[in-house]
């Protein structure tokens, strides 16, 4: 097979998986429809590896296939077309091979419930929307894929539709997204006015020519250039939860486990990252917009950092950890260094979806339980669980060796984000230093609050044969489980008959089935593996060769190069702040166990803050969600009740009634009620025909 039928057959593969499973399952049942939707996500894994190793070692050229035309109007063209370059072929393997590990994975994990079909549909829809979405040639396809993984995540985070709380959080998400996406739509309009096209191919080679054309606006001249690219940036910021637009990430956890993996991990959230190093040839013209990108990363890498220190739920700590994460991701983006940004992005998919996949067996082994407050002496019941998720967290926290050049996949590509900040501070200064000095921080956060997830779930003393009330987490929504039937949830029942609602049960805790741990093994294996295989070709000595156009950088941008040469106290901040982190936490959660419980009981003003996750929920809530609500009552029952219906069609329809009732009041069925009627017509007419003759 040709390159170009191999990567079609990777896009149109899940497309085809979804339609059969969602129209056709009832009738062929769950396993075929389970067979045929993760049959077809592993061949698109297994082909996008081969596309993969075509583009790192095997010379493949970068190419366009134009499929049909998708929207012509005018000089608006847009063509539904696949492009491989560098930066495809990496999110082609991401997205298909956590996927395809999600789909084995929900075999057991969804073996409960009674909606398989369903759900095996809505995982391949969102696949194929992200593959729509990253081989996108211009940017109309971009948001075709940019919706369609919205509309997939709020069928995947409210799947199970009867529970009000899956069904508050995919309309959070959706809506906090629909924000986001406004802006993107702003830039893309922006894009098409200022060049005339919207083709990636042919706007690229006229930035530079137009890069500093703009308009006065409000007394200041703004470049178009700027502009399109911070409104597009609101549209990742949206997308990829970053700091104001973060709150429905959190929530998301209300929808299955695998849900999360898949959308946490390597798909929906990494979108706006795969956006700005896909648009580098007009970030690299847009320097006050990546100033913004560098700032707003940055920031978004410590709040979620801070909030994830006083979670409980295990799901919410891992998912302020992706949140986190991204900021890295973004701020590597906004100080340069694109091709750190993707490499992170890359590793990261590994050790996070085998977080999220972890943590999902522990709320397995653990008869569906979350609250990590519920756990702790769990390594010898399930000891595979407690190795991959061992890896994990030293893949998150970037455990390696400096001087060796050795450690797992976060060592590589995170270390390599915090050098790059250092060297864009060195080079340019500004906020690159302040990214730096977060960042440094942040990665001693991580630390502290990855090591206390393992140290509460896997060590200590046991607290799950307990009957322990945590009423103020169940009153938010923690500590219940993610992992019931439909028909369950329905009908408000407990999803096992041994499981007592998040209130403690008295069975052992046991290990998941291998259909569930072999995913985990494979992602356990990638954590590992993949910063050291691919170093050299993201971020190494043969990056130039490796993305091959696929990322701009201008004559200006040097950062990659010179982050190989910072000083060493720089290469090993992150291990001597990742050593105080994992300390620390071996200090509260072990040595003195019980003493973290003792300051959460407190109920401080810190530990307030970052419970509460800096408020944001309540803020909003008082604002914007207040305020809405408040102009929404206001043109409905004022403007649209009482002036459009009122003046309206009700209106109209009301005189019309009451014109009606008051004539209907003459006809009496009376006869002499009509002839004295007549009388007076006729005396009428008589009077007239007088006067007329008179005058």
């Known amino acids: 097979m040709t390159p170009q039928s191999l990567i079609t057959a990777v896009v149109f593969a899940p497309l085809i998986g979804a339609i059969v499973a969602g129209l056709f399952g009832r009738r062929i049942g769950n396993v075929a429809s389970q067979s045929i939707t993760t049959g077809l996500l592993v061949l698109s894994a297994v082909l996008s590896w081969t596309i993969f190793s075509q583009w790192t070692w095997g010379g493949l050229e970068a190419f366009t296939i134009k499929l049909l035309p998708f929207i012509?109007?005018?000089?608006?063209?847009?063509?539904?077309?696949?492009?491989?370059?560098?930066?495809?072929?990496?999110?082609?393997?991401?997205?298909?091979?956590?996927?395809?590990?999600?789909?084995?994975?929900?075999?057991?994990?969804?073996?409960?419930?009674?909606?398989?079909?369903?759900?095996?549909?809505?995982?391949?829809?969102?696949?194929?929307?992200?593959?729509?979405?990253?081989?996108?040639?211009?940017?109309?396809?971009?948001?075709?894929?940019?919706?369609?993984?919205?509309?997939?995540?709020?069928?995947?985070?409210?799947?199970?539709?009867?529970?009000?709380?899956?069904n508050a959080a995919s309309i959070k998400a959706f809506v906090v997204n629909r924000v986001g996406d406004f802006g993107f739509a702003l830039g893309i309009m922006t894009v098409f006015w200022m060049f005339g096209t919207i083709q990636f191919a042919e706007l690229f080679p006229k930035i530079p020519t137009m890069a500093n054309e703009g308009w006065w606006f409000a007394g200041s001249y703004w470049h178009a250039v700027d502009l399109a690219c911070a409104l597009l940036f609101v549209g990742a910021m949206g997308k990829s939860a970053q700091f104001f637009l973060h709150t429905w990430l959190p929530d998301a956890m209300e929808g299955p486990t695998p849900v999360s993996a898949l959308i946490h991990a390597a798909t929906m959230v990494t979108a706006g990252v795969y956006m700005v190093c896909l648009l580098s040839p007009m970030f690299e013209y847009a320097p006050y917009a990546k100033q913004i990108v560098t700032v707003i990363g940055a920031v978004t890498a410590l709040f979620a950092a801070t909030v994830g220190l006083a979670q409980?739920?295990?799901?919410?700590?891992?998912?302020?950890?992706?949140?986190?994460?991204?900021?890295?991701?973004?701020?590597?983006?906004?100080?340069?260094?694109?091709?750190?940004?993707?490499?992170?992005?890359?590793?990261?998919?590994?050790?996070?979806?085998?977080?999220?996949?972890?943590?999902?067996?522990?709320?397995?082994?653990?008869?569906?339980?979350?609250?990590?407050?519920?756990?702790?002496?769990?390594?010898?019941?399930?000891?595979?669980?407690?190795?991959?998720?061992?890896?994990?967290?030293?893949?998150?926290?970037?455990?390696?060796?400096?001087?060796?050049?050795?450690?797992?996949?976060?060592?590589?590509?995170?270390?390599?984000?915090?050098?790059?900040?250092?060297?864009?501070?060195?080079?340019?200064?500004?906020?690159?230093?302040?990214?730096?000095?977060?960042?440094?921080?942040?990665?001693?956060?991580?630390?502290?609050?990855?090591?206390?997830?393992?140290?509460?779930?896997?060590?200590?003393?046991?607290?799950?044969?307990?009957?322990?009330?945590?009423?103020?987490?169940?009153?938010?929504?923690?500590?219940?489980?993610?992992?019931?039937?439909?028909?369950?949830?329905?009908?408000?029942?407990?999803?096992?008959?041994?499981?007592?609602?998040?209130?403690?049960?008295?069975?052992?805790?046991?290990?998941?089935?291998?259909?569930?741990?072999?995913?985990?093994?494979?992602?356990a294996f990638g954590a590992v593996t993949a910063g050291y295989v691919f170093v050299d070709h993201f971020v190494g000595e043969g990056w130039t060769e490796f993305w091959r156009g696929a990322i701009f950088n201008g004559a200006e941008n040097h950062v990659l190069e010179h982050?190989?040469?910072?000083?060493?106290?720089?290469?090993?901040?992150?291990?001597?702040?990742?050593?105080?982190?994992?300390?620390?936490?071996?200090?509260?959660?072990?040595?003195?166990?019980?003493?973290?419980?003792?300051?959460?009981?407190?109920?401080?003003?810190?530990?307030?803050?970052?419970?509460?996750?800096?408020?944001?929920?309540?803020?909003?809530?008082?604002?914007?969600?207040?305020?809405?609500?408040?102009?929404?009552?206001?043109?409905?029952?004022?403007?649209?009740q009482k002036i459009i219906d009122g003046l309206g069609p009700n209106g109209v329809s009301a005189l019309s009634y009451t014109l009606g009732r008051r004539a209907g009041r003459l006809q009496t069925g009376y006869v002499y009620h009509y002839a004295f009627v007549m009388l007076l017509g006729v005396a009428g007419l008589l009077s007239y025909a007088l006067w007329a003759w008179q005058a």
């Not at 991204?326 to 990261?348: C, E, K, S």
């Not at 909003?620 to 929404?632: D, I, M, Q, W």
């Open 72 to 166: 012509n109007i005018g000089d608006f063209q847009s063509n539904w077309s696949i492009r491989l370059d560098g930066l495809s072929a990496v999110m082609l393997v991401v997205v298909t091979s956590v996927s395809s590990l999600v789909h084995i994975y929900s075999w057991g994990y969804m073996a409960e419930d009674d909606s398989k079909p369903r759900f095996f549909a809505y995982l391949s829809l969102f696949t194929f929307a992200m593959l729509a979405l990253v081989t996108a040639a211009d940017f109309m396809q971009l948001f075709f894929g940019w919706e369609g993984v919205g509309l997939a995540s709020y069928l995947l985070i409210g799947f199970w539709f009867k529970k009000p709380t899956a």
């Open 312 to 523: 409980n739920d295990i799901k919410r700590v891992i998912a302020y950890s992706t949140c986190s994460q991204l900021g890295y991701m973004f701020f590597a983006a906004g100080v340069g260094a694109y091709q750190a940004a993707m490499f992170h992005l890359f590793t990261h998919a590994f050790f996070k979806a085998l977080l999220f996949l972890g943590a999902g067996s522990v709320i397995h082994g653990m008869h569906h339980e979350q609250d990590m407050r519920k756990m702790g002496a769990l390594w010898k019941y399930l000891p595979v669980t407690y190795a991959v998720m061992t890896i994990g967290t030293l893949a998150i926290t970037g455990f390696g060796l400096p001087n060796l050049h050795l450690g797992f996949a976060g060592f590589y590509s995170k270390d390599t984000i915090i050098e790059s900040a250092f060297a864009a501070g060195q080079l340019h200064g500004g906020v690159a230093y302040f990214a730096f000095v977060v960042s440094i921080f942040a990665a001693g956060l991580t630390a502290f609050y990855s090591w206390r997830l393992a140290f509460m779930t896997f060590h200590g003393t046991a607290k799950w044969g307990h009957h322990d009330d945590h009423a103020d987490d169940h009153a938010h929504g923690h500590g219940h489980d993610d992992h019931a039937s439909s028909a369950q949830i329905e009908t408000h029942d407990e999803p096992l008959a041994d499981h007592d609602h998040g209130h403690g049960h008295d069975h052992k805790p046991h290990e998941s089935p291998v259909i569930m741990l072999v995913p985990l093994l494979l992602l």
């Open 563 to 640: 982050a190989h040469h910072v000083p060493t106290w720089v290469k090993w901040a992150p291990l001597a702040v990742s050593a105080i982190g994992f300390a620390s936490a071996y200090y509260v959660y072990i040595m003195r166990e019980g003493l973290g419980a003792a300051i959460a009981a407190r109920k401080g003003p810190m530990w307030t803050f970052l419970y509460n996750k800096w408020f944001f929920d309540e803020i909003y809530e008082a604002t914007f969600v207040r305020a809405t609500k408040f102009l929404g009552d206001v043109f409905w029952k004022v403007g649209d």
